[in-house]
């Protein structure tokens, strides 16, 4: 019978970095057409998403958003394959699906209706699901344009601008008609946020005092900060935001590995209150049963057709190498939008 490749978690992991040690590579038997029950696919591994919230299942946290990956269980997320077999009426052999509950693992079953049919036409790819199309997209446009209402003539700082959210604020933000300020881990980074559209970008990791490189791109401060990193990134924002200012609370990445002795803890959230400063904590799977998800799609398809949209993909070859692309995702070493490209799409899609 032939072998299929699947990730698994050894242990969970509450605080510090995950390593390699706490994953296993396991070959199992593939699943075939017999082993699927009523309105059931499998379904044949394109594409996998790194996520930053996947730092939270690894935590085996009973109290989150999002349920924590279970020792000896598959690790599993958002990604892209093919139904290689069906006994669904919604989704046949052949299509190209979409969802949440992609298991690492070469093949799968799983039900159908977990599960979103699509295509690629008009410039659209099968892996631009996890990208420009994708959750971290979509997540760009909840903060930017739905809770904070990013207009014309605003300045908006954006944390981790060139990662898989941050180029989609950017870019969403330009189009808007924002003056738009980017920080990234990196001068390669940095430079491709100002390619993007963004008008100043430095590296926070070289400018030595956040508060005066924030003041220095913004001497006037910051209508909206839209945050991915938390900790002291934070604490510098919140000192240089307007009266009325915003901030989009899409993550916090600082701190997913921190132990409770090397935690920042802030230091200025009494600027909410002195500036009367709306903090938006958001999770964007609330948004997906809304108007604002056909919003979404409709404005950056658009932008695509037009050409007036730019999305980078850090891909890595090969589901064996799933726990290093992931681990590098915390450790901020993916340049774009991280993907683990497991098998190759059809070539008829």
């Given at each position: 019978?032939?072998?299929?490749?699947?990730?698994?978690?050894?242990?969970?992991?509450?605080?510090?970095?995950?390593?390699?040690?706490d994953?296993?590579?396991?070959?199992?038997p593939?699943?075939?057409r017999?082993?699927?029950?009523?309105?059931?696919?499998?379904?044949?591994?394109?594409?996998?998403?790194?996520?930053?919230?996947?730092?939270?299942?690894?935590?085996?946290?009973?109290?989150?958003?999002?349920?924590?990956?279970k020792?000896?269980?598959?690790?599993?997320?958002l990604?892209?394959?093919?139904?290689?077999?069906?006994?669904?009426?919604?989704?046949?052999e052949?299509?190209?699906?979409?969802?949440?509950?992609?298991?690492w693992?070469?093949?799968?079953?799983?039900?159908?209706?977990?599960?979103?049919k699509?295509?690629?036409?008009g410039?659209?790819?099968?892996?631009?699901?996890?990208?420009?199309?994708g959750m971290?997209?979509?997540?760009?446009?909840?903060?930017?344009?739905?809770?904070?209402?990013?207009?014309?003539?605003?300045?908006?700082?954006?944390?981790?601008?060139?990662?898989?959210?941050?180029?989609?604020?950017?870019?969403?933000?330009?189009?808007?008609?924002?003056?738009?300020?980017?920080?990234?881990?990196?001068?390669?980074?940095?430079?491709?946020?100002?390619?993007?559209?963004?008008?100043?970008?430095?590296?926070?990791?070289?400018?030595?005092?956040?508060?005066?490189?924030?003041?220095?791109?913004?001497?006037e401060?910051?209508?909206?900060?839209?945050?991915?990193?938390?900790?002291?990134?934070?604490?510098?924002?919140?000192?240089?935001?307007?009266?009325?200012?915003?901030?989009?609370?899409?993550?916090?990445i600082?701190?997913?590995?921190?132990?409770?002795?090397?935690?920042?803890?802030?230091?200025?959230l009494?600027?909410?209150?002195?500036?009367?400063?709306?903090?938006?904590?958001?999770?964007?799977?609330d948004?997906?049963?809304?108007?604002?998800?056909p919003?979404?799609?409709?404005?950056?398809?658009?932008?695509?057709?037009?050409?007036?949209?730019?999305?980078?993909?850090?891909?890595?070859?090969?589901?064996?190498?799933?726990?290093?692309?992931?681990?590098?995702?915390?450790?901020?070493?993916?340049?774009?939008?991280?993907?683990?490209?497991?098998?190759?799409?059809?070539?008829?899609?």
């Amino acid at each position: 019978m032939a072998i299929n490749t699947r990730i698994t978690l050894v242990r969970n992991v509450s605080s510090g970095a995950p390593t390699l040690e706490d994953f296993k590579a396991e070959t199992v038997p593939t699943p075939t057409r017999d082993s699927l029950g009523n309105d059931e696919v499998l379904i044949r591994t394109l594409y996998l998403s790194c996520d930053p919230y996947m730092r939270g299942r690894l935590s085996g946290r009973t109290d989150s958003y999002v349920a924590s990956f279970k020792p000896g269980m598959p690790v599993d997320g958002l990604g892209v394959g093919i139904v290689e077999a069906s006994t669904s009426s919604e989704l046949k052999e052949g299509d190209a699906v979409t969802g949440a509950g992609f298991k690492w693992e070469t093949k799968f079953t799983a039900p159908a209706k977990n599960f979103t049919k699509v295509s690629s036409s008009g410039g659209v790819s099968l892996i631009d699901y996890l990208g420009v199309l994708g959750m971290p997209s979509f997540t760009a446009y909840v903060g930017t344009v739905t809770l904070c209402k990013a207009k014309a003539g605003e300045t908006i700082l954006v944390s981790a601008a060139s990662g898989a959210v941050g180029q989609m604020v950017i870019q969403l933000a330009k189009a808007r008609g924002l003056y738009v300020i980017g920080s990234a881990g990196s001068d390669e980074k940095v430079q491709h946020a100002k390619d993007l559209g963004a008008d100043v970008a430095f590296n926070y990791k070289t400018v030595g005092d956040l508060d005066a490189a924030i003041k220095k791109a913004a001497p006037e401060g910051l209508d909206v900060y839209f945050d991915n990193v938390g900790g002291e990134f934070l604490d510098a924002a919140l000192v240089n935001m307007k009266p009325y200012g915003r901030i989009a609370e899409c993550g916090m990445i600082s701190q997913y590995n921190a132990t409770p002795e090397n935690a920042h803890h802030i230091k200025n959230l009494m600027y909410v209150v002195m500036k009367k400063v709306t903090m938006y904590g958001f999770i964007v799977t609330d948004y997906y049963t809304t108007p604002v998800y056909p919003e979404f799609v409709q404005t950056v398809s658009a932008m695509l057709k037009d050409k007036k949209i730019q999305y980078k993909i850090d891909e890595v070859a090969g589901l064996e190498n799933g726990p290093q692309a992931l681990l590098g995702v915390l450790e901020g070493k993916n340049f774009g939008k991280r993907i683990i490209k497991v098998s190759d799409p059809p070539h008829r899609l």
